[in-house]
């Protein structure tokens, strides 16, 4: 661990972070965009347990990251039923087939 | 109970009890689902019914209370000291002996016993009134001012409530079947007229009609049982509001809304001098109490003994000027420094003719008569009450009442309005053809009989009169009624004739009526007693007091002749009302055909009134009745007045009277009879024919037919010159007022036409362009909102890219 510089982590976390944000912007399927969204957070999760290490912030960053963990859980949760209930109205989860709220 | 608070009791039950009737009546129309129940008139019957019996009995209770002292009295002479001669010895001992026992029948403390004490050793010996008099209730109190409703109770009183209750209740029965016709819920009024020409329908009002009935008889019992000058003026208003209801009761005739205005407004006129006569008293006086009033714990004196004291003088101080008050002891009333309180003498006349001009206008006097006759618009049991015991009776009631306060001056000039009254009216209803107008006029000119009496001290001559004339007139007037009812609301005499067959109840109580008032009966004794029907004995005492008048005040001439002259016209135009009704041949054979005789219950109140009407006055002047009503006439009448100043009038004393009374009574018989023949000759034989007279005399017939003129007078001095005011009133209205009133509206326009330029330009136009402003701008928006999901996350994304390369290009420090 000790050769392991906080650049390879941010690096890593960055991966997460554009791959998270590629598949939300080019997956149809809401699934997909879920596993995006989870990308995009854990990304995020990544650059905080590092920093905690790394930089002066210390323990309060991790816990930050716990709570990420939680309301992701929660996000998924909801989302799951928004998906449902999607597919319940419109036998389908394609997103552009959500556009009803467009101007 | 003391006499007093019985008589009180009694009384107020029998004031009452038509005020509970009225209350209860009024809204019979809300508690019967339809108009056929004749509930209302029951209703009312037994409340007048029951207020007949409850004055019977106070009258009983006031007999035995005091022994009917007034009937043991026999004719009495005051010592009036240049004519009197004391012939009649025998009398002194009788006449004292009400003395004592009414001393005896007026102990309570709070009747005040009108009481002359005379020296025993004079020899005066009138006989003393007894008088309860007290306080129902104080309306207010403003410091000295009391207001209350007070009661005085005379045997005047008395037989003015058995009068007014016994015949108010044959004219409410007799009203239950004249009334029938109103007892629908379709009633049509054949008088009255839509604009379409078409006859008015209305519902019924037989409940309303006997409600109204009530309430007239509750007023004038009011009247009659007031206290106090100022409680005679509320009940003579709400007798004078009654009539206006009762006149006008058929409200969809005009000629019937026209007669009750002007009976209203005629009455105004009189008692605007009422008004008058009330400051005057109330100023000079401090108090309306008739008689002695306790306040704080003090007598205070009423009217009757601040004026004539306890001798029924009138004290003048010595310049003549002024009249010095005295209590009921005839002693002086001082002021706080001691001096006599005393009232200008003018203030004194100026009073008592303000309470007469009452008088005038309730009791259709002249110049205010015109409206009495228009009054017979009103159904006709309102006629016969309005003529009898209420309305007219109550002006002459209170002239009575108030002759104490009545300076010879006053008294001689209600003598020329009797005077005038009763020759004018007499002389219309010569040439009048509406049977109901012959009564009416016949009503004024005895109205003015009475005043011409009370005028000439005949005091109980004209009181007597009042009440024999209500017996005989209100049964001539259902009579009257009780052919118009049998001949289908047909008015006119020349259409009559020969009814007599037809409807032999009404035309004999009719005839006992004519007789009564013509005072024709000749004098014939039966049990002891003088017999003849009662106008001859009230008539004939007035006529002697005119005679007995005119020869101690040789200047008066008329105030004898013209009632002599009167009498005969009198029995003339009854008589001729009579011939022209009953008896001759029918002159409208298809309408004679058709009458019938009135049903039982409208003949059987003619029954007992016809009764009344010939033997209320039995006896004459030893009767019943002319002995009750003296037992009141207020102290020093009887005794006479010789020359008072400052006019120099002698009243005559009873003795005067006395002296001339059998001579009167044949001129009076004389003139009747006369009368009666022409009126036979003229109209029951074919001897003469009374439309040759009329051509013979088309001028003079001309002015009486348009009575005097004096509607015409009116018209021309006040009604038209009101007219052109009313008109530049107006004028000035319509030109000034309007025009000023149409400038401000006009501004008001303008004002309102800028604002709304103003609204519609700038505050439209700024609300109208934030809201074009907004709605674009929302517009060009929307475009953002494209609804595609992952189209936002490319914003996002390329957002944040942004926002990093913008801090590294702005914070490149960092």
Redesign the interface.
């Known amino acids: 661990m000790e050769g392991i510089s906080l650049n390879s982590f941010l690096f890593v976390g960055a991966i997460l972070f554009v791959s998270g944000i590629v598949c939300m912007a080019t997956k149809r399927n809401l699934i997909g965009i879920l596993m995006g969204v989870e990308l995009v957070l854990n990304g995020a999760n990544v650059n905080l347990v590092a920093f905690s290490r790394y930089s002066s912030i210390g323990i309060d960053a991790k816990f930050i990251a716990l709570f990420v963990i939680v309301l992701a859980a929660a996000e998924a949760a909801v989302a799951l039923a928004i998906a449902l209930s999607f597919y319940n109205n419109h036998q389908t989860i394609d997103v552009d087939q959500a556009d009803e709220l467009q101007g | 109970m003391t006499t007093g608070e019985v008589l009180k009791t009694l009384l107020t039950i029998a004031w009452l009890l038509p005020l509970a009737g009225f209350a209860i009546e009024i809204f019979a129309g809300y508690w019967q689902k339809n108009r056929f129940s004749m509930a209302a008139a029951k209703m009312s019957v037994i409340c007048i019914g029951m207020s007949f019996i409850f004055s019977l009995l106070a009258l009983i209770q006031w007999g035995l209370a005091t022994d009917w002292t007034a009937l043991a009295a026999t004719e009495h002479h005051g010592d009036h000291a240049a004519a009197v001669h004391h012939e009649e010895a025998g009398n002194h001992a009788k006449a004292h002996e009400p003395h004592g026992k009414e001393e005896h029948a007026n102990t309570d403390h709070h009747e005040k016993t009108a009481h002359h004490d005379k020296d025993e050793h004079e020899e005066k010996h009138a006989v003393v009134p007894s008088t309860f008099s007290g306080r129902f209730y104080t309306l207010a109190d403003f410091g000295k001012l009391k207001l209350s409703l007070d009661y005085y109770i005379d045997s005047l009183t008395l037989i003015m409530f058995t009068m007014v209750t016994l015949i108010a209740t044959c004219i409410h029965i007799f009203a239950m079947g004249y009334m029938s016709d109103e007892l629908t819920n379709d009633y049509v009024d054949h008088q009255a007229h839509k604009s379409d020409g078409s006859h008015v329908h209305r519902p019924g009002r037989y409940y309303q009609f006997f409600a109204f009935l009530s309430l007239f008889c509750f007023s004038m019992l009011g009247l009659v049982l007031a206290g106090n000058i100022f409680q005679v003026f509320v009940f003579w208003e709400l007798v004078g509001i009654c009539s206006y209801l009762l006149i006008g009761f058929y409200t969809e005739r005009k000629t019937a809304n026209v007669a009750a205005n002007k009976a209203f407004i005629m009455n105004r006129v009189g008692d605007f001098g009422f008004l008058i006569g009330l400051m005057v008293i109330w100023t000079w006086f401090g108090t309306f109490s008739f008689t002695t009033s306790e306040l704080n714990g003090h007598d205070i004196p009423g009217i009757f003994e601040m004026v004539r004291g306890n001798d029924g003088a009138i004290s003048l101080t010595e310049d003549g000027n002024s009249m010095i008050f005295r209590d009921g002891e005839g002693h002086a009333l001082k002021n706080e420094d001691g001096s006599n309180r005393t009232i200008p003498y003018t203030l004194l006349v100026v009073a008592g003719l303000g309470v007469f001009g009452g008088c005038i206008g309730k009791s259709a006097q002249f110049p205010l008569q015109t409206w009495l006759p228009d009054a017979m618009e009103g159904p006709t049991p309102v006629s016969a009450l309005v003529h009898s015991a209420t309305m007219v009776a109550a002006g002459v009631y209170l002239t009575g009442r108030f002759y104490p306060v009545f300076t010879p001056e006053v008294l001689l000039t209600i003598a020329y309005i009797g005077c005038i009254t009763l020759f004018v009216a007499a002389t219309i209803a010569v040439v009048a053809t509406d049977i109901k107008r012959v009564l009416a006029y016949s009503t004024i000119s005895q109205l003015g009989y009475m005043m011409l009496a009370i005028g000439i001290s005949g005091w109980v001559a004209g009181l007597f009169h009042l009440i024999t004339h209500a017996f005989f007139k209100s049964l001539m007037f259902l009579c009257s009624g009780s052919v118009i009812h049998g001949c289908h609301h047909e008015q006119e005499m020349p259409k009559m004739g020969g009814l007599l067959k037809k409807m032999p109840v009404t035309a004999l109580t009719m005839l006992v009526g004519v007789i009564a008032i013509s005072g024709l009966a000749i004098p014939f004794t039966i049990f002891g007693m003088k017999f003849a029907f009662s106008g001859y004995h009230s008539k004939d005492a007035i006529v002697a007091t005119g005679l007995a008048y005119m020869r101690l005040n040789p200047s008066h001439i008329f105030l004898f002749f013209v009632p002599l002259v009167t009498a005969g016209i009198t029995a003339f135009y009854m008589f001729r009302l009579w011939f022209y009704t009953f008896l001759g041949r029918p002159r409208d054979q298809e309408m004679h055909d058709h009458v019938h005789e009135s049903p039982r219950i409208m003949t059987v109140p003619l029954l007992v009134l016809a009764l009344f009407a010939a033997g209320c006055a039995i006896g004459g002047e030893s009767g019943f009745l002319y002995k009750m009503l003296i037992h009141s006439e207020p102290a020093g009448v009887a005794e006479g007045v010789e020359a008072f100043a400052p006019a120099m009038l002698t009243l005559p004393s009873h003795h005067h009277i006395h002296a001339v009374h059998s001579e009167a009574g044949i001129y009076a018989l004389i003139a009747a009879v006369t009368g009666m023949i022409i009126a036979y000759i003229l109209y029951a034989t074919p001897l003469v024919d009374p439309g040759e007279i009329k051509r013979q005399f088309s001028g003079l017939h001309h002015f009486l037919v348009e009575k005097w003129h004096f509607d015409t007078l009116y018209d021309a001095m006040f009604v038209k010159p009101m007219h052109i005011v009313a008109s530049w009133c107006s004028a000035i209205d319509k030109k000034l007022f309007d025009s000023i009133l149409h400038g401000f509206c006009a501004v008001a326009v303008k004002i309102a036409r800028f604002d709304r330029q103003f609204d519609e330009k700038i505050v439209d136009g700024l609300v109208e362009t934030l809201g074009d402003v907004t709605f674009s701008v929302g517009r060009s928006?929307?475009?953002?909102?494209?609804?595609?999901?992952?189209q936002y996350?490319?914003f996002i994304?390329a957002s944040v890219v942004v926002l990093f390369i913008l801090a590294f290009v702005l914070f490149p420090s960092i």
């Open positions: 928006l929307k475009v953002l909102q494209t609804g595609k999901l992952r996350i490319m994304a």
